[in-house]
T-cell receptor, first 116, second 117 residues
C-alpha cells in the first residue's frame, strides 16, 4: 500500500539556517505530493504541493521538488525564521488517478524548532 | 463558520464508555475526512465522506468505530466501548472535493484530544 517516510525529529536550527526535511514515498501509481504544516495551536494547513514528476511546489519561501526517480519530495528553505517553528507533514494522494480513493496518506510529522 | 469546528476540544472518558466526537465542516465543502493522530504516529486515515456516495470506511480500526454525516454537513464519529489504545487526537478535515488534481486542499479542525483512562 501507499506509505510516506519522513525525517524523524525533532529538528532544532538557528534562525537563518538552511532547512531540509526529507520525505520519500511508496505508491501504486503516480501520486500527488503535499507538505502540510501545523503551527502551534492551529489546525493543519496546506503548505505546498506538486502533482507530477519534476514539478516544484513553493510557498512562504519553502520549496519541494517531485522526484520520481528517487521517489522523494524533500522540503527545503534557504533561511528559516522563528515563525517557521511548527510540525511539518509530508503526504501523498492518488486521487483522480484511478489507483485509489480521495484520501491523503501522511508521514509521521517532523517537529521543527527555530532558535533566535 | 470560517473554519472546520470540532467539539469537544478535550474528552476524558473511562475505559468501556462510549464517546461521540463532532465535526462541523466548512460550509459548502462536500468532502469530509476523519483522521487519528496518536503519540509518535502519523495521521491515520479513518473514514471519508464525499457527497451522497457511500463513505470509504477502510481506515476504521475496528467495528467499535463508526461515523455518520447527516445532511451532507455535520459528522459524528462514535467510539463504542473505548479502550486505552483509542487515546489520540481525532482530526476532522473538509475540502471542496478530493485532494488530488482538483486543487482542493484539506482544511483541518483543531482536533479532539481523547484520553481513555
Amino acid at each position: 500500500g501507499d506509505s510516506v517516510t519522513q525525517m524523524e525529529g525533532p529538528v532544532t536550527l538557528s534562525e537563518e539556517a538552511f532547512l531540509t526535511i526529507n520525505c520519500t514515498y511508496t505508491a501504486t501509481g503516480y501520486p500527488s505530493l503535499f507538505w502540510y504544516v501545523q503551527y502551534p495551536g492551529e489546525g493543519l494547513q496546506l503548505l505546498l504541493k506538486a502533482t507530477k514528476a519534476d514539478d516544484k511546489g513553493s510557498n512562504k519561501g519553502f520549496e519541494a521538488t517531485y522526484r520520481k526517480e528517487t521517489t522523494s519530495f524533500h522540503l527545503e528553505k534557504g533561511s528559516v525564521q522563528v515563525s517557521d517553528s511548527a510540525v511539518y507533514f509530508c503526504a501523498l494522494s492518488e486521487a483522480g488517478r484511478g489507483f485509489g480513493n480521495e484520501k491523503l496518506t501522511f508521514g509521521t510529522g517532523t517537529r521543527l524548532t527555530i532558535i533566535p | 463558520g470560517a473554519g472546520v469546528s470540532q467539539s469537544p476540544s478535550n474528552k476524558v472518558t473511562e475505559k468501556g464508555k462510549d464517546v461521540e466526537l463532532r465535526c462541523d465542516p466548512i460550509s459548502g465543502h462536500t468532502a469530509l475526512y476523519w483522521y487519528r493522530q496518536s503519540l509518535g504516529q502519523g495521521l491515520e486515515f479513518l473514514i471519508y465522506f464525499q457527497g451522497n456516495s457511500a463513505p470509504d470506511k477502510s481506515g476504521l480500526p475496528s467495528d467499535r468505530f463508526s461515523a455518520e454525516r447527516t445532511g451532507g454537513s455535520v459528522s459524528t464519529l462514535t467510539i463504542q466501548r473505548t479502550q486505552q489504545e483509542d487515546s489520540a487526537v481525532y482530526l476532522c478535515a473538509s475540502s471542496l472535493e478530493g485532494t488530488g488534481v482538483l486543487n482542493s486542499p484539506l482544511h483541518f479542525g483543531n482536533g479532539t484530544r481523547l484520553t481513555v483512562t
